[in-house]
């Protein structure tokens, strides 16, 4: 079975700009969440999505949205570029359920300059 | 709010030897789930073990496991036998299991294996 897939793996934007990060869960895998990583915050949470609806949010600017495909495909987008938001992000999937693990795509590295 | 803290940045490890690693949490919440994740260098995560708070006996896989304290509400991570390829980073992490069922994860704690 294909785990997570993230496109693209490497994105370089300039400030002002917007981005859209794609995230394809494994197979049957209805839960899609998407975290930002940085050296100095960890994993940060940013949302997640569940049968196409937004389940949960973390504590992100509305610059930062998402939504998710009927096929359970996920995409994230930034607008508004700054600085800050160069980060690897993270997306991750799971089964139905709270007490399954997320299996974890390789993370697209954005870099704002 | 949940937190969850990881007060080790870095550990370092003899090969063959035990590590443990540490975490706390804070929660209100009497029904949640633990999970450990290791993330090795440019590699991606993947969960190394899992713990459901309603259970009491602490979880083992393999040459992992965990001691879980609930009353203290921490949840460490001991690795015996310590090899190479487990040098990476770990990450401990906290799922509600009701309200907002949010994955909350600690900073991380960076493991170094020495041959």
């Known amino acids: 079975k294909a785990g997570v897939t993230q496109t693209p793996r490497y994105l370089i934007k300039t400030r002002g700009q917007q981005v859209t990060l794609s995230c394809s869960p494994i197979s049957g895998h209805r839960s899609v969440s998407w975290y930002q990583q940085t050296p100095g915050q960890g994993l940060q949470f940013l949302f997640e999505y569940f049968s196409e609806t937004q389940r949960n949010k973390g504590n992100f600017p509305g610059r930062f949205s998402g939504r998710q495909f009927s096929n359970s495909r996920s995409e994230m987008n930034v607008s508004t570029l700054e600085l800050g938001d160069s980060a690897l992000y993270l997306c991750a999937s799971s089964l139905d359920g709270l007490a399954y693990e997320q299996y974890f795509g390789p993370g697209t590295r954005l870099t704002v300059t | 709010a949940q937190t969850v803290t990881q007060s080790q940045p870095e550990m370092s490890v003899q090969e063959a030897e035990t590590v443990t690693l540490s975490c706390t949490y804070d929660t209100s919440e009497s029904d949640y789930y633990l999970f450990w994740y290791k993330q090795p260098p440019s590699r991606q995560m993947i969960l190394v073990i899992r713990?459901?708070?309603?259970?009491?006996q602490n979880a083992t896989e393999n040459r992992f496991s965990v001691n879980f304290q609930k009353a203290a509400k921490s949840f460490s991570l001991k690795i015996s036998d310590s090899q190479l390829g487990d040098a990476a980073m770990y990450f401990c992490a906290y799922r509600s299991a009701s309200g907002t069922y949010k994955y909350i994860f600690g900073t991380g704690t960076r493991l170094k294996v020495l041959a």
């Open positions: 713990q459901e708070a309603y259970k009491q």
